[in-house]
């Protein structure tokens, strides 16, 4: 049995509560078990300069701790100096994520910010994180709509993430902090709600793994993306009606 | 009347909870109004090289804003490259308030980190932030004492701070983030229990002030200083008893 | 008596030497006691991005010290990789204490650009600055007013600073360093010559002072701040016959 | 046909060249098709902070590309004041992927350093990278290992890399630039030599793929990882003789 | 005798291997006894903003050396987070050479990057870098010459540079790094294939030198670089028969 | 004749007042015509790592400008957020410069550091520089000297520093602004009292120059040279007697 009572292949207690701020266009306080961010998205009127006078709109994110949300206290970037390299890693992964499923296009010439800072961390945060984003980047987008149609909705899909890994020999859905430092294997999964990958980061510095090790992790990641994904929904409620009214998901964005 | 209905001498609603995120010593959530602050004491067995070996402690403090706290994103310090004029300065008055009513010698050698971060800003963040991490600081305080008692008990004072301005000549206790921005003075004060001035920092870079104006916007200070301790005492209940058992007030510190 | 043989309430003798180098459109050396600064004043014909289009001027300012400026050498800025939070203080204290008499919009479209360089610290740097810099500012807008008049004079008063204390609980006026590096309450006073208050910025980090401290303070200041601009007047002579023929004391500026 | 003519399934030519510099404990220069890249090895008898007084070694990666290296200039990072995001997240995989097939207590209190600067970049330079500071790091083990045997060789498998993707919704081997900069899903793929995966990184930022995809790219990228690690061999010779002779592949490293 | 058996004024192999790299306009190896510097040219259309509008073209330089060029492994500068000051002094030394044989205005509006990036350094890269670069340069010319040709070529002469040295209290030519590392003086020169200096650098930190040790070291450099202008022609061939064609050595730009 | 009214072989007039300021070991204003530096001498009792346990001292250097030393206002380093490629070469130089007429392994395990911060810039800052740091650094080393005289008086020789260079192909020494900036050859030249060279760096980057043009102008600078040397003098009166007690000028340092 797992540390917190766990079987194996069930994840954490989700919870989602939207307007958790009030300025931004989506706010959203993501939880999964003790892992707690706050992810906002805010709208821009303009793109980032190699997007310019492409029609297009753009994506990107931040995503930060605060000092405290550790164990022990974390020094901020910018006492440090430098950007840290998990943080910046962590932020292309979670923009690519939710690009992956907009149809920049149809979003026009705007640029949404994401932010995900995280109060507290038990594990999963990069996770949570896109999960979370996703539902405050539909609220954004909706408050756009709302305001002036959009031709083609630009949501195309839910996307959701969860980890995965291998402790002690043993496959885990979801690790928690105590988990993810003895993890011997560790993974990350984007995915659709088509059931497609986005993304798959695996790492076994501790552990090489085989194909048969990647399948059942894999078996199991889906199990948990069609839980978060369901807690999407269940959160946004008649709020997510448009998502993928505009366009399928075989998309094929030929920009960079 | 005030944009939100309140007296000219009315401060906002104050809510103070304890224990808000589960790994730092302290950590309080202080909301005034719609201005939230998460503010976390964490302790570090080691002092900073111009202490070490002279056998005290140090309380120092960091300020920031998540992007979109306000109205619109701002860009964080990390991505500018460099430190925010306006956070350094917020964050050198935390730390002066609060080592104003600990005996620094008590504490040993310890420091004791300070992180204010504003999750939502209406006004108000730098003294909503004192106040919180007043009660922050006693939890993380207290956490040692239970582990292994001071002699001496270092919290002697209550601290305590409000904004206080002339707007449209009118002075008005507890700006919120309009009212703010169009104070024509606009001043903080930091106070104790006792009634005595810790800090006051008054600018009329708009409309320069007499005397008189400066006689009776301290008095609706203290009004204002009077109530946010009541909340602190409320918050805090018998985990406050200790604080002022060590010493007198009126102590004289010698280190700089 | 004090270290330097001063009365409790006699400020240090003042110099002001005008036209210090030969290039800055104001450039001044103000000497009070053995402090030394070199104030100048630098006109760009442009502003700022968040003024551009708005018809009105700007004032800023950057305040630094020679490395051997003080007893022990201190390390540049530049070699420390990063901003000193003490000095960022002080350039937006200075910045704001020039704005405050002067009126943006008579200026115009330019920028004012004023470096406070301290080349011999000996306690009230941050003072002498704002005293030295006036005058610097008066010399450069005179400069433009000799070119092509302004419509409305923009300097509207005189401004000055001086610092306040309190020292083995004695009230003192004008602190030197030895002085300063043990006061219990340190205070800088901003005033105009209609005696109106700027800026007040009184700390107690060592001893909480009480209203009647503060009025003592206060008091003590205004004689300081009286003798600090008859120095000015003194050393602009026939230079500042313009000073508040442009508008009135009790502007209001609705820029930020 | 693919642009360069090659099969689907076909890697492009491998050249590896050994004791490219003279300084260096290990100095290889890998060329895959025209991606070249110089890696090199460096020892350093002693160990990062965190490591200090565990018994054990490092190996840490930094990877770059010159200016030139690619079709437009690129600004270096000290002009641009900041790290590559891209760069800091290559530096990081390759060296997880080293340290995967290494046994670090073994190793001894020491770092690695491997350096790998791209001088031509044709798609494929992180996977290159990993290919060939494989072999310095053989080279440089080897030169410790000749001056003092150690007990148990450090280095227990060889360790590869390979792209794989989906352009055009073709699944193809070892992108070439503009194979990549097309590509609807990027893959690069570590293994070991008992054909373990190390690392999976999959995106499909343009293209949400599916399970089939995933395996079809898995099974082709085996093919690429099998004849890499033949190329080691034939470079290495004589001097691959001790890998894996010190313990086997499952290795389980509680080392963070 | 020297250490590698040369006589006192004899340099070593001067190896130029062009289009070393395949995407710069200009990309030349240039090895000089175990010295190797990766030298490129790169077009930009378009110029600094100090010369914008002025008709004119800029040469500006970037120097710097892999971490394991030297024997033991350099912190890369961007690790460091500040530029070497070595290396800023290098590269503007070698843009003010190469600027020198130029004529900017007939390059027009157009910038010339050069990157030298030192792969193995034996003594001498900054020499060495000055004579690849301008066989760069050349290339990177006569590639905008051919497109779309000159008004009048804007190469007007060589330019090659050596470094002569005192070690011992010998006089010698083209220091390697033991005896470099042992110089007492230390001097690099730069001249034009005209016998005309641009640029003569000499140190005598550990000795005085006198004008007869001046003398001495000049005749020897001349020596060298008449050497090494005969590899760069040789190097060239045909492609170097515009240079000179378009006006005199001695020229006089006003530009700064 | 020259724009000053100066003979082409005539230096400017030269002021050098010692004890400028107070709190530095030495600390002199060196006046040359209208450019005016203020070069301090710190001593500290460590030296850098690269020192440590080798019983020998180090002299290094900073130089900068105020920011309205010059005719337009230059942005500080600070602000710019990285260090000035000019600024940094002038400081490796001075320290260069000290260093050569300094015994540093008679000075002892300690660092000497050199501020030289020009206040008004008129062409020769960096040789006024050397000239005007050379006094500082006599003090300082007379100060330890008095207090605790040294087996062997560290300072060898004097050295002084001029500045030649060629304008509208008139050869000329001591340039100020006007002529330097429309130089054609620009060359400084850092010399002993016994007429030998430390330093040579000439440019020629408008007009390459001649062995003849160089004889020329060393013989200016020689002249330049005696001058400034009696500048040096005539303020250190008795306080130079030591100067070349300790060691002749022929020292060989095998320090690197």
Not at 66 to 80: D, F, G, M
Not at 203 to 210: A, D, H, L
Request: net charge positive; with cysteine.
């Amino acid at each position: 049995m797992r540390i917190d009572g766990r079987r194996n292949d069930q994840g954490r207690h989700i919870k989602i509560t939207r307007h958790y701020t009030k300025y931004a266009e989506g706010s959203v306080l993501i939880e999964t078990g003790d892992t707690k961010v706050i992810c906002t998205a805010s709208v821009e009127d303009r793109v980032p300069p190699f997007l310019k006078g492409k029609n297009e709109g753009w994506i990107t994110c931040e995503y930060n701790m605060l000092p405290r949300a550790t164990q022990s206290r974390k020094v901020r970037e910018i006492s440090r100096g430098k950007i840290d390299g998990r943080n910046m890693e962590i932020q292309r992964l979670i923009g690519r994520a939710l690009r992956s499923v907009v149809d920049l296009k149809a979003l026009g010439e705007k640029t949404i910010w994401i932010d995900c800072d995280v109060i507290q961390a038990d594990g999963g945060t990069r996770t949570a994180s896109i999960s979370g984003a996703f539902v405050a980047l539909v609220d954004a987008v909706n408050r756009l709509h709302k305001r002036s149609p959009f031709k083609i909705y630009p949501v195309r899909n839910f996307v959701s993430a969860v980890s995965v890994g291998i402790v002690n020999k043993v496959k885990m859905l979801d690790l928690c902090y105590v988990e993810d430092s003895r993890a011997q294997v560790d993974m990350n999964i984007v995915m659709t709600d088509t059931g497609k990958f986005i993304e798959i980061q695996g790492t076994g510095e501790q552990y090489p793994f085989s194909r048969d090790d990647l399948n059942e992790l894999l078996a199991m990641s889906e199990k948990g993306i069609k839980n978060m994904i369901q807690s999407q929904k269940d959160s946004l409620k008649m709020d997510c009606l448009w998502i993928g009214t505009g366009e399928s998901d075989e998309k094929v964005n030929n920009s960079k």
